[in-house]
Structure formats: structure tokens, C-alpha cells
């Protein structure tokens, strides 16, 4: 068994902005064990255990149980830990070589482009709740105006000002909480799903509507795979309109950077043929001998690519 530095698992969960709660629930490793590691009560872990938090927090084994880290901020910006070994699942490995060949640009140049397109998305998405808010103060202003009843005119005043709530989002835009993370629960609905609903994502679900080119369905910076679809149109026309070679393609099953290159001269029925395999290996890898249907092969599970 080996030993997970205190410091290193606390600095590393913190960078990544997660409870003790989140990291247990991404990592599938128990609340106490976490929480005991991270107090040097316990001293020794399994392979097991490194490996599932490793994979949470998208570091290193190494990481975890080598040396004490400088967790400062000017060594998170500028140290040489600050050099990225990026996890990418394989249908956003996909996307962006889907991206890139139909706007003829390399794959790197998308992403040394992200962060400026993040920032502009993440803005937008800020100056429209910002407008909305100001919208409803303007709303609820005129309704304080309204000739009321004075016997019970405070308490219709309190509960059309919803004053905590409207705070609560103030607060969250000042601080860029760019998912509305730091309002309390209380101010949301019961049916609330963070992921899906959060505003970002929300501002990115109609970016992919107005494209009529993509379908963003949840993230939150609490996880680290975002869940969208995109450009569903051109990988039919690679696939030749197999359905179940396009949606290997799109889940990330077939993963296209392992395409033999022979597959892709051929065309579309051997790329068909090739998706179609690969999605019954990564069916397989997570479902077991569930019985996918006589179009797919035995294989491999998903997996994840590094970049």
C-alpha cells in the first residue's frame, strides 16, 4: 500500500474547488476515508483508492502520494506544474477533430483558443443575468407602487420583493460564480438540477440552438466532462447515415483519432463498419454481457485520451 500526502490530496481537491462530499461522490471513494487521508489518520491506501481520486481531481498518481506541493498561487500560475496532461473524454476528443476538419484549422488552434472563447461565453452569460435581474427589480419596483390594502400591504410588499433571493444572485454575478454555485439551496426549486439548469449551461444550450449545430446538455465546474453533441449531420455523412456508427461517433465510443487510416481511405462503409464495432466494444466495457444486438463486436471498454 502506498501513502497519500495529506497536503497534496487537500491542495489538489481545493484547486478543483470540490467539497469533501463532491470529490466522494466523482471519485466513488467513501466521505470518511477521504476526510481521514486528508487529516493523516490514515497513512497507508490501496491502488484503488489512488487511482479513483487521481482520476477525480485529473492529476498524477504521483501527485497525490509524492512530495508536498507549493499550493500558493503564483506557483498554480506560473510553476512548472502549471504545464497541463489534459484527460479528454473521447466524444469531446471527437468534437474537436470534427470542429477542426470543418472549419479546416488544426485541433490546437481551437484550443489555444478556448480560454478566450470561455471568457465570452462566460461574460455573456453574466451581463444576461445581470439584465434580468435588473429587469425584475424593475418589475418588482413598480409592483411596490401598486395601491394596496394597508393592512396587509407589508406582507404582499415582502413576498413580491423576494429581497434574499434577488441578493443571493446579486452576490453570485459580483463574484463571477458563473454557475450560481454560492446561492443557497433554499432559493432554488425543489426539482432544481444544478448541472442542467445552471445558468451557464443554460446560456450555452441556446448558443447550440441559435447554431442549429449543437446540443449542450449539462456542466458544471464541479464536474469535469461537459455532456453536448454536435455537427450530428456531418458524422452521418462520414458514416453514410448509419445511425449506429453516428452514435458511436457522437458518444465517443469510436473514437476517431484511433481510426486506422486505411478505414478512412476506404470511405464511408468501411468508417461504418469500423464505428459500429468500436461502439459494441465501449457498450460492452460498461454494460457487460448485456445483449446489444448482432451489429456490434466483443471489445475494450471506453476510454479517455490524453492530449
Known amino acids: 500500500m502506498k501513502t497519500i500526502n495529506p497536503h497534496n490530496l487537500k491542495a489538489h481537491r481545493n484547486r478543483r474547488g470540490l467539497t469533501l462530499d463532491q470529490l466522494a461522490e466523482i471519485s466513488k471513494v467513501n466521505r470518511a476515508t477521504i476526510n481521514k487521508i486528508e487529516r493523516g489518520v490514515l497513512t497507508k491506501s490501496r491502488s484503488v483508492t489512488i487511482v479513483r481520486l487521481a482520476g477525480a481531481l485529473e492529476v498524477k498518481e504521483e501527485e497525490l502520494t509524492g512530495p508536498e506541493i507549493d499550493d500558493s498561487f503564483e506557483a498554480r500560475l506560473f510553476g512548472p506544474k502549471s504545464q497541463y496532461n489534459l484527460r479528454m473524454p473521447n466524444h469531446v476528443r471527437n468534437a474537436l477533430h470534427l470542429v477542426a476538419d470543418r472549419y479546416h484549422v488544426k485541433p490546437n488552434a481551437i484550443l489555444q483558443l478556448a480560454p478566450f472563447l470561455f471568457l465570452c461565453a462566460a461574460e455573456a452569460s453574466l451581463a444576461e443575468r445581470r439584465l434580468k435581474l435588473e429587469q425584475a427589480n424593475m418589475k418588482l419596483r413598480e409592483l411596490l407602487d401598486l395601491d394596496v390594502p394597508t393592512h396587509i400591504a407589508d406582507v404582499i410588499s415582502h413576498y413580491w420583493r423576494g429581497d434574499e433571493a434577488l441578493d ?38 441556446a448558443m447550440g440552438k441559435q447554431s442549429g449545430l449543437a446540443n449542450f446538455e449539462s456542466w458544471t465546474p464541479l464536474y469535469i ?48 463498419a469500423w464505428a459500429r464495432a468500436e461502439g459494441g466494444r465501449g457498450q460492452r466495457g460498461r454494460f457487460g454481457d448485456f445483449d446489444f444486438g448482432n451489429s456490434f463486436n466483443e471489445g475494450d471498454e471506453e476510454g479517455e485520451s490524453h492530449v
Open 225 to 272: 466532462r461537459p455532456e453536448y453533441e454536435l455537427l450530428e449531420g456531418d458524422i452521418e455523412r462520414m458514416t453514410g447515415g448509419d445511425w449506429q456508427a453516428t452514435s458511436a461517433i457522437m458518444s465517443g465510443d469510436a473514437a476517431l483519432h484511433t481510426m486506422p487510416a486505411a478505414v478512412r481511405i476506404e470511405g464511408q462503409a468501411a468508417i461504418a
Open 168 to 205: 443571493a444572485e446579486q452576490n453570485s454575478i459580483a463574484r463571477n460564480d458563473i454557475c450560481a454555485l454560492t446561492i443557497p439551496e433554499e432559493h432554488f426549486p425543489a426539482d432544481y438540477d444544478c448541472d442542467s439548469e445552471n445558468p451557464l449551461t443554460q446560456h450555452f444550450i
